[in-house]
């Protein structure tokens, strides 16, 4: 079954607006400077934006911990932690980058030391991908360069271009413009390791063999990505340029659903967001909304069996 909204009134973006809180325009920001490393891309190496629009991210810990990326501010991750009991935080951390990063931003808490206050996930546009263990903010002197014991940066591959990106605790998630998805076990593997990387993709082994015998279609560009829990199980849940949405079990590396979410009023649009809702174990729905472009429909979608 899916349903259609009212179509949005015209020049107004679907994909999110950022809401001014009162309080907000006075926060006093700590900046650290993310030090530049030798293996990161130099400028004239760095990827052009993929995108102008702005990111951002939020994760429950005691309190709820904000991160934002600005399109204004394209090198640098703005966080605050908010709380309902409290005012609005008079400071917050910014976070100066070498270079423009990718829309997409993580936070979560540190499964593994009872020291770290939450974990941030970042890439930048010409693929660095950083993981940062962040303390309180009275730990740090705005001016400062963060030390290189808070943060593991890992170059990842450009080629095929980076489309999308996602995260979870030890682990980060990138798609790109071939259809394949890539998992990196950030911070809980070495880099080195055996499984550290992991490719999810429909021609893998025997797959793959087999498309290059029969010539079949290749595998439309990741328009967006996300994980989400369903029984237990971490799925992720890949949205295609040409409207299929594949799901993956991030453990198993087995892909579990293959959903084409185009409906005929929706014919000739362009998917750009997948949104998951929480799985009913009752009815057996997981509730799922697409996003089509900037101006066209909403579609949701609520078929996917949670099973």
């Known amino acids: 079954m899916a349903s259609l909204a009212s179509p949005p009134p015209p020049?107004?973006?679907?994909?999110?607006?950022?809401?001014?809180?009162?309080?907000?325009?006075?926060?006093?920001?700590?900046e650290l400077t993310v030090p530049s490393s030798p293996r990161a891309a130099s400028p004239q190496e760095s990827s052009p934006a993929t995108s102008s629009r702005n990111a951002a991210a939020c994760h429950v810990l005691p309190g709820d911990d904000l991160a934002r990326i600005h399109k204004d501010l394209p090198n640098a991750v703005e966080m605050i932690e908010i709380c309902p009991q409290r005012e609005f935080p008079e400071s917050g951390l910014r976070l100066i980058f070498p270079e423009s990063l990718f829309p997409f931003a993580f936070v979560c808490r540190d499964e593994n030391a009872s020291g770290t206050r939450c974990l941030l996930y970042a890439l930048t546009e010409s693929?660095?991908?950083?993981?940062?263990?962040?303390?309180?903010?009275?730990?740090y002197i705005s001016g400062s360069v963060i030390s290189q014991s808070d943060f593991i940066e890992f170059v990842v591959e450009r080629d095929p271009k980076i489309t999308a990106a996602a995260a979870t605790f030890g682990c980060l998630l990138v798609g790109r413009q071939d259809g394949s998805v890539t998992s990196y076990k950030l911070g809980i593997l070495e880099q080195s390791a055996p499984g550290f990387m992991t490719e999810f993709r429909d021609d893998v082994g025997m797959g793959r063999l087999w498309s290059l015998v029969s010539r079949g279609r290749t595998v439309a560009m990741v328009k967006d990505l996300l994980i989400s829990q369903v029984c237990g199980r971490k799925l992720i849940f890949a949205l295609h340029l040409d409207g299929t949405l594949r799901v993956w079990d991030l453990m198993n590396h087995t892909k579990v659903l293959n959903h084409n979410t185009i409906v005929q009023e929706l014919t000739g649009s362009t998917p750009s967001r997948v949104w998951v809702g929480d799985p009913n174990y009752d009815t057996s729905v997981i509730p799922l909304a697409v996003l089509y472009g900037y101006a066209t429909w909403l579609m949701v979608d609520s078929q996917a069996d949670s099973g």
Not at 127 to 139: E, I, M, Q
């Open 127 to 139: 693929g660095t991908a950083y993981l940062f263990k962040l303390g309180s903010l009275s730990s």
């Open 11 to 30: 020049n107004r973006p679907l994909d999110g607006m950022e809401v001014p809180i009162p309080g907000s325009d006075k926060v006093r920001w700590i």
